[in-house]
């Protein structure tokens, strides 16, 4: 008998959630047509997200990838960017 596979961690369902989260409110607008969420409120998530997967990261050696890293710090500043030069 194989031994059962091991249940992620708390933070990995936590960031598995947030993904969740940021897909269903991009996806919303999408289908019904409404109005796009608030660019902060993406990138506020997306920072949490970044923060959850540096605190994985000290726990797991194998996730750290300072390339996934800059490139979610490149894309909430792109986020922060826009919402910054958006008429008011």
Same mark, same amino acid.
């Given at each position: 008998?194989?031994?059962? #596979?091991?249940?992620?961690?708390? *933070? ?13 409110? *991009? &996806?919303?607008? $999408? ?9 902060? $409120?993406?990138? %506020?998530? *997306?920072?949490? #997200?970044? %923060?959850? /997967?540096? &605190? @994985?990261? #000290?726990?797991?050696? #194998?996730? @750290? @990838? ?10 909430? %500043? *792109?986020?922060?960017?826009?919402? %910054?030069? /958006?008429?008011?």
């Amino acid at each position: 008998m194989s031994s059962p #596979r091991p249940t992620p961690d708390a *933070l990995t369902m936590a960031s598995f959630a947030l993904l969740g989260v940021l897909a269903v409110l *991009l &996806l919303i607008p $999408l289908v019904t047509g409404g109005p796009p969420p608030s660019p902060y $409120l993406i990138a %506020g998530l *997306l920072v949490l #997200r970044l %923060g959850l /997967q540096f &605190l @994985r990261s #000290r726990h797991d050696e #194998r996730l @750290r @990838r300072p390339a996934s890293w800059a490139f979610d710090v490149l894309l909430i %500043g *792109l986020i922060f960017y826009v919402a %910054g030069n /958006q008429p008011a």
